[in-house]
């Protein structure tokens, strides 16, 4: 049973656990710098007792690659979980996910159109085109995730039945994966490792005005999804009670539909499809707080997906590794004992 004391104590040590991390992430790293000038370098303040040509350096470090990955990492745990919430909770089904309905699928497929086809159509394959690369394989991401939600959307508005919109869906990600394993098969080597690459997820393509743009996204989107609170408390409840409460149905899941996808394709373009979050994060967040209410539900999971996903930002950057750990490796192998542990201790 819910302790609103209890629970808001919980969620005030989140908050603090989440503010910690995002300040390991600009601490830890491969090259080490002081905790004091990480703050003058931040705020902007005059610090005393290092060189200018260290000074330098190091804000170069701090804004151009670990701020970068840590906004990233913290709007992308937010995203994914929060649309894990939405998806199980419309299905009510545990194993739902923002990936269920095909939209990282769709993403994927976009993805691999620009990617495997590139040196085949154009001579040179998009991986050496550096920041235009990167420009094109988002877009190609966000029109690919977009494509398969306004399908799903579509059809969302003439199926009655949750079981088989999520059958349509799940079956649209098969044929997109389908459609990818033909294009791997007739694309050359290159391109075929860099499409692997980008499918291991990273919190570091993102730096510029990719990132303001992902940013912007995400506090729009973000926004919506708790708009959505009660909508997805009375959805809980059954369709026929929810409809006896003068619930629109099918109207609030289009919505809820809407804004899991949305979050999901903005996600999956700008950091890969990193799914693991949004499936395991929700049950994470229910065990703890032992409650199916959204007012504190919804809050609970965003802020457990932003303490998650940071936690993994820092163990994919650890001093001794060169660059940085696939995410989605990091993601399911810190995540899934931690998650399995509460369940287990929470029975």
């Known amino acids: 049973m819910l302790k609103p004391g209890l629970s808001f104590l919980t969620m005030l040590s989140l908050v603090v656990l989440s503010a910690v991390l995002f300040v390991a992430n600009l601490f830890i790293g491969t090259v080490s710098i002081p905790l004091d000038a990480i703050v003058g370098i931040v705020l902007d303040l005059p610090i005393e007792g290092y060189t200018?040509?260290?000074?330098?350096?190091?804000s170069n470090i701090i804004w151009n690659s670990r701020m970068p990955q840590t906004i990233t990492a913290l709007l992308a745990g937010a995203g994914l979980s929060v649309s894990g919430l939405q998806m199980q909770t419309v299905f009510r089904n545990p194993l739902a996910g923002p990936s269920v309905l095909g939209v990282s699928n769709g993403a994927s497929l976009g993805v691999a159109f620009v990617v495997l086809l590139s040196s085949s159509l154009g001579g040179v394959a998009l991986s050496?085109?550096?920041?235009?690369?990167?420009?094109?394989?988002t877009v190609a991401a966000i029109v690919g995730a977009l494509s398969i939600l306004a399908?799903?959307?579509?059809?969302a508005q003439y199926v009655r039945g949750n079981v088989t919109l999520l059958l349509i869906g799940v079956m649209t990600g098969y044929l997109a994966t389908a459609i990818i394993g033909v294009l791997k098969f007739f694309s050359a080597e290159e391109d075929v490792k860099a499409y692997v690459v980008w499918g291991l997820g990273c919190f570091t393509r993102t730096s510029g005005t990719q990132l303001v743009v992902f940013s912007l996204l995400m506090c729009i989107i973000l926004p919506m999804g708790m708009l959505l609170i009660k909508t997805m408390n009375l959805l809980m409840l059954g369709d026929d009670y929810a409809r006896n409460l003068g619930l629109n149905i099918r109207r609030s899941r289009i919505m809820v539909i809407l804004s899991s996808g949305l979050l999901a394709a903005v996600v999956t373009a700008y950091c890969g499809p990193i799914m693991f979050v949004g499936l395991a994060v929700p049950h994470l967040a229910r065990a703890v707080f032992r409650t199916s209410d959204h007012r504190w539900l919804m809050p609970a999971t965003l802020i457990s997906g932003i303490s998650l996903t940071l936690l993994c930002c820092i163990l994919s950057r650890l001093p001794g590794f060169e660059g940085a750990l696939p995410v989605n490796s990091v993601t399911a192998l810190v995540?899934?004992?931690?998650?399995?542990?509460?369940?287990?201790?929470?029975?």
């Open 52 to 58: 200018e040509d260290e000074m330098t350096i190091w």
């Open 128 to 137: 050496r085109l550096g920041y235009v690369g990167d420009v094109a394989i």
């Open 151 to 155: 399908l799903i959307v579509f059809v």
């Open 335 to 347: 995540g899934a004992p931690i998650i399995a542990a509460v369940l287990l201790k929470r029975k």
